[in-house]
């Protein structure tokens, strides 16, 4: 997966709280494997009529927002079912990054093994941000992850915490796959010694 370091861009205010996966990628979208091309149906209920014309209200439709990188979001993002897509689906649209006060567990999890950064903030300071957002292109963000900062407009540099591991998975571009073939030496002996030793199995 590609390496998350440092990000700056545009971010987008998204206030609504308890967005769950179904709202982020709607069920029928999830007939493909494949990690790409999900972004034209991310949010789609909110982006689209029905006659699949664009929402101008909506706020990934407004000029300004996109080529957001950032999604400045409500509490309990990412809640409801454990679909992969989800990510993907933010991902492929270009998001890297969500800022909220909290995120449902398994979104979590799936999102750090695709490279995307969550950062959940206390709320106060999710509402600093979410004014800073809504001033559009003319107020960006800046995210790094090494030394886990925020940087606002004004310059001012908000801390985040966030799991070691997850930080080491992000930084080094580290999917569970990628994990596992860091032990490809140690697999390979451990299976030609069980061959070796049960040539029967």
């Known amino acids: 997966m590609e390496k998350f370091n440092t990000l700056q861009g545009i971010a987008a205010p998204f206030p609504m709280v308890n967005v769950d996966t179904d709202r982020i990628i709607p069920a029928r979208f999830l007939k493909t494997i494949k990690k790409t091309g999900l972004g034209k149906n991310l949010f789609n209920e909110l982006r689209y009529n029905e006659d699949g014309s664009e929402k101008p209200e909506f706020i990934l439709n407004k000029p300004a927002y996109r080529e ?18 989800a990510p993907w689906a933010l991902i492929d649209f270009g998001i890297r990054c969500v ?3 909290s995120f449902a567990d398994i979104f979590n999890n799936n999102a750090s093994k695709n490279g995307m950064l969550l950062i959940a903030l ?7 941000l979410m004014e800073d957002a809504e001033k559009g292109g003319n107020a960006r963000l800046s995210v790094d992850l090494e030394k886990q900062q925020i940087v606002r407009p004004d310059g001012e540099v908000i801390d985040f915490d966030i799991d070691p591991f997850k930080k080491h998975c992000l930084l080094n571009g580290l999917d569970d796959i990628a994990l596992t073939l860091q032990k ?6 451990f299976e030609e010694a069980r061959k070796a030793a049960q040539p029967w199995a």
């Open 68 to 85: 957001a990188r950032i999604l400045v979001a409500g509490d309990n993002f990412g809640c409801g079912s454990s679909r992969e897509h």
């Open 99 to 101: 800022i909220a006060p």
């Open 122 to 128: 206390p709320q106060e300071t999710v509402d600093r």
């Open 184 to 189: 490809d030496d140690r697999i390979g002996a």
